[in-house]
């Protein structure tokens, strides 16, 4: 009878063991980086350290914030709680230093937020000296155009595009180590250009165009989205992003052209009431 009654906590430790085994065993250095990056992805651009320093001291701040407001709800339970049956708590109309330190506490906590806000936000926004690639992006409904503009890539010396559908996703060939300006523009309604690893998106707005410059840092093949709710079809705006070696960016633009992707295609402008003008037309 003993045995019998054994047996099932032995079969359950065992089981605990090789649950907490395969669950160890699962837990990767990229997972572990993961926690330490409070869940964001591996960076790959010369910005997103900007971007990883706020978020990480914005999560650091929010704990330490937290801790003490929850260490303070929990001493004064315990300090002020009631201690026998009928009992009333002084009644205290104001307490100036009270009200004095939970006014001047939260402006000081928005004013550091705010400070290194902005510096992240300047240096994320920072041009760079003479891009030397350029690729104008087009969103549409409901998916994306690139056009590389290489005219003066002496390797290159064209201009070409690839425009994404809704039955083909685009792909975003980008090289690695060179600064690239994007220049995005809207064919029709609001659209955002996302790569979750660049750690950075900006809207794509039509009659208002938009412009940003990265370096892409790290070679592989990433996945980019639009970040604005745009239509029927938002979750299929997405588009593959390969960061690959100057030669091999260069073999790309060239196998575009090969293909007769030729020439920039150009949105059109946008009024309230529609199009302004045809984009065919412009000079």
Known sequence: MGRSLRTPGRIAAASIAASATLLLSGCSKDTADQWARWGMPVAASDRAPHIGNLWNGAWIASMVIGVFVWG??????????????????RQNR????????????????????FFFTVQAQDAVGKKADGPVHTVNVIGQKWSWTFNYMEDANSSI???VHEVGTLEKIPDLYLP???PVRFNLYSADVDHSFWIPEFYYKLDVLPGHPNS??????????????????????HS???FNVHIVSVDEYNAKI??????????EIK????SATGPLYDSKKEG
Request: charged share 20%.
């Open 72 to 89: 303070l709800i929990g001493w004064v339970i315990f300090r002020y709680r009631r201690k026998h049956e009928g009992e009333t708590p």
């Open 94 to 113: 104001y307490n100036l230093p009270l009200e004095i330190l939970y006014t001047i506490v939260p402006v000081l906590i928005i004013s550091v937020l």
């Open 157 to 159: 010396g064209a201009t």
């Open 176 to 178: 690695v180590g060179e």
């Open 212 to 233: 940003f410059d990265v370096t892409p840092t790290r070679v592989g093949t990433y996945l980019g989205k639009c970040a604005e709710l745009c239509g029927t079809y």
């Open 236 to 238: 299929a705006m997405l």
């Open 254 to 263: 060239k196998e575009l052209a090969g293909k007769g992707q030729t020439g």
């Open 267 to 270: 949105p059109p402008s946008f």
